[in-house]
C-alpha cells in the first residue's frame, strides 16, 4: 500500500484513448498504482475498467473486442449515429457490480449537462450510465439519457477533469492524448474532419492551462497524426502510450520516491 496517494487524471480522445492503457501497463510493470482516477470521454472508459480491477491487458482486450460502430447500436429516432443506451447491457458484462461504491478504485467521470449547459462530477450510485454519458461524443453519439437529463461527452467543457483530484492526492499522475495538430485547409474536406478540428481545439484551449498542476504528464506527441475514430490504429495507439510512459518512468519513480 502506497504511504501517500497517488492521483490518475484520463483525458478524452476517442481511440487515442488507448494510449492510457499503454500507460497503466507502464505504471504496473513498476508495481505503480493509483489510487484515485478521474477521467474523461475515453478516459472515463479506461478508468472505469482499471477501477474495477482489471489488468492494462485485460482492458485492451476488451477494447480491441468491442465495437461500437454496429448496425445494432445505430441511433434510430434520435439526433446522432450511434445510440449508446443500446450498448449498455454488454458494457455492464465487464463489471461485477454496476456501482462506484465496488470498486476498489475510487473513481470520479466527469459529463456534461446538456440542458444545463455545465459540467457534472459523477462518483456514486450507478456506474455504467455515467461512463456512457461521459463519452457520447456529439453527433457522432445520441445524447445520454440519465433520469430526466441528457448529457454528452464530458470533453464538451471538461476534457481533463483534474479538480476532484487536486486536494485529495499527493501526486497526481495525468495523462492527455489530445495535442493539437498542424494542419492546413486542403485537409478539413467533410463535415467528420470539421467537427474534429473544431472538438480539438476547444478541448484543447482549457485542458492545456491545466497540465501544470500534475507533477508529471505524459502526452505522446505523435498521437497528432490519428483520428479520433480510427480503430485500426488502436495497436499503434498503445503502443505509443507505452513507450512515452517509458521514457517518464525514471522521473515518476524518483519523484515518488522523495514522498517517502
Known sequence: MNPYKIGLVLSGGGVKGVAHIGLLKALEEHDIYPDCISGCSAGAMVGALYASGKTADEIFAIFQKVSLFSFSNFAFGKPGLIDLARFKAQFQTFFDVDTYE???ITLFINATD????????????PLVDTILSSSAFPLVFSPYKIGDDLYVDGGVINNF????????CDYILGSYVNPIKDTEAKHITNTLNVMERVYEIATSYTSLQKLDHCNRIILPQALDSYNTFDMKKAALIYQMGYEEAKKSMPLILKELESLR
Open 102 to 104: 465496488s470498486l476498489p
Open 114 to 125: 446538456l440542458i444545463k449547459g455545465q459540467t457534472r462530477i459523477f462518483s456514486k450510485g
Open 161 to 168: 477533469p483534474i479538480e476532484p483530484l487536486l486536494n485529495k
